[in-house]
């Protein structure tokens, strides 16, 4: 079993910005590609951002430009900065690591976007 730890989440006003963290074992980290994927009340899990092993990046159309995946494979952590944020931007964020189709989940970090 492979435990995802995620920080970060908490209330924030609209044009605010937080900063999500997502910290994974060591052994798994380097050869993963990491996701962040968000659940908003009575939608489905959708992808937010993804950056490979490699470290290439792919973003959904609706966070392009407001939201920034990173990834420290020194502390084996990645991140997801958003900026300029929205009430539609509310959800539970979920950190996923994924190779092949062998995936985790972590436990997931609300983000509450309040006026």
């Known amino acids: 079993q492979v435990q995802l730890v995620e920080s970060g989440g908490g209330l924030v006003q609209p044009g605010g910005s937080l900063r999500l963290s997502c910290a994974a074992p060591?052994?798994?980290?380097?050869?993963?590609?990491m996701g962040w994927y968000r659940q908003a009340p009575g939608k489905q899990r959708e992808l937010v951002a993804v950056?490979?092993?490699?470290?290439?990046?792919n973003y959904a159309d609706s966070v392009k430009g407001r939201f920034t995946i990173s990834r420290d494979n020194a502390k084996n952590t990645v991140y997801l900065q958003m900026s300029s944020l929205k009430p539609e931007d509310t959800a539970v964020y979920y950190c996923?690591?994924?190779?092949?189709?062998?995936?985790?989940w972590g436990q997931g970090t609300q983000v509450t976007v309040y006026s």
């Open positions: 996923n690591a994924k190779i092949r189709i062998v995936g985790y």
């Open positions: 060591e052994r798994i980290f380097s050869i993963y590609d």
């Open positions: 950056i490979t092993s490699g470290g290439s990046t």
